[in-house]
């Protein structure tokens, strides 16, 4: 079966087409990625990349950044609002059936299918076999699922929006964040610490409170590029304000991974996903963010126990949402 696959999250809208059956994803072709900021709508951007491909497809599939109910939601990064039906109107009379689900429930359905080596283990573990699996992901905002256990080694995804959830300052500076943030948006969630927005917060804040110089200035550097030169800065050692934002982000990160896993009884083990873990990888292998995750005190030889792996595919959204394509066919 031949998928149009679509990624859209509040900073890119990407697309592919995959070939899949009920055996796995053969193949993954004709990958586009376009700026969703400068798109009015997810139907402009599906049309732009039929209109390149002149791609026909069996099913299409949208990966979304918010949570998906009766065919419909609203991007709230982008404030795009999207609907099955419209979706499926905008291509025409001839137009396939049309999937609807979270971006973060697409990867859940891409760990099922994916190898090895799209992984990368940061804590062996042991998972047991029917355990529930966790799955947290940082980008432009925080995304929470997990996987329940079926028969025949298959999996429920639940998707969830616990990256809404308030965030849990455990520590001081952490506290001192909270009542800056609190400031600006009134309520904080961990998504405004966990993201790339997050980490970009969490510069400025320490900039204010330590002073130094601002290295990335707003007027030069700005969005998810600010953010990205926050964490390579960070990652080299060669700021130490982007270095100190980059550590607290990585605990902060570590804290909430370990939460989603003790809320779910992710026996089965965690898994990091999302477009921030692969960039900033050898500062997770460091140690503080499984010190961060495990740290839960009576309960922390739970989670010293169970798998850590970072998902390294980049298509992993778009595979998971032709696999559920085709479950649904």
Request: net charge negative; glycine share 12%.
């Amino acid at each position: 079966m031949r998928i149009l696959s679509g990624d859209i999250g509040g900073t890119n809208s990407r697309f592919a087409v995959v070939e899949a059956d009920e055996h796995g994803v053969r193949t993954v072709t004709c990958r586009r990625t376009y700026d969703s900021a400068e798109l009015p709508g997810v139907e402009a951007a599906l049309g732009r990349f039929v209109e390149e491909t002149g791609v026909r497809a069996d099913r299409i599939s949208l990966a979304l950044a918010c949570p998906v109910r009766n065919g419909a939601c609203t991007l709230p990064n982008l404030g795009w609002k999207v609907d099955q039906g419209a979706v499926h109107r905008s291509l025409g009379s001839r137009a396939p059936p049309v999937v609807l689900l979270n971006d973060l429930e697409a990867v859940g359905h891409a760990i099922s299918v994916m190898e090895s080596e799209h992984f990368e283990e940061l804590q062996p573990g042991v998972g047991e076999a029917e355990g529930v699996m966790a799955l947290i992901a940082a980008g432009t905002g925080l995304g929470e699922c997990f996987l329940v256990p079926r028969s025949e080694g298959r999996f429920r995804v639940c998707a969830s929006e616990g990256g809404h959830a308030d965030f849990a300052p455990r520590t001081e500076l952490e506290w001192q964040l909270t009542r800056h943030l609190e400031g600006i948006h009134g309520r904080v969630s961990s998504e405004r610490v966990v993201s790339g927005p997050g980490l970009e917060a969490t510069y400025d804040f320490l900039l204010g409170r330590d002073g130094g110089e601002d290295v990335l200035d707003r007027s030069s550097v700005h969005g998810e590029e600010r953010a990205a030169a926050i964490a390579t800065r960070g990652m080299e050692r060669s700021d130490i304000t982007c270095t100190r934002a980059l550590d607290l982000f990585v605990h902060a990160y570590g804290a909430r991974a370990g939460n989603l896993a003790l809320t779910t009884g992710a026996t089965g083990g965690v898994y990091i996903a999302g477009g921030i873990a692969p960039k900033i990888l050898p500062r997770l292998r460091e140690g503080d963010f499984l010190a961060a995750l495990r740290d839960k005190g009576r309960l922390s030889y739970y989670l010293e126990a169970i798998p850590v792996r970072v998902v390294l595919n980049p298509d992993a959204g778009l595979i998971g949402a032709a696999v559920e394509a085709v479950r649904q066919h």
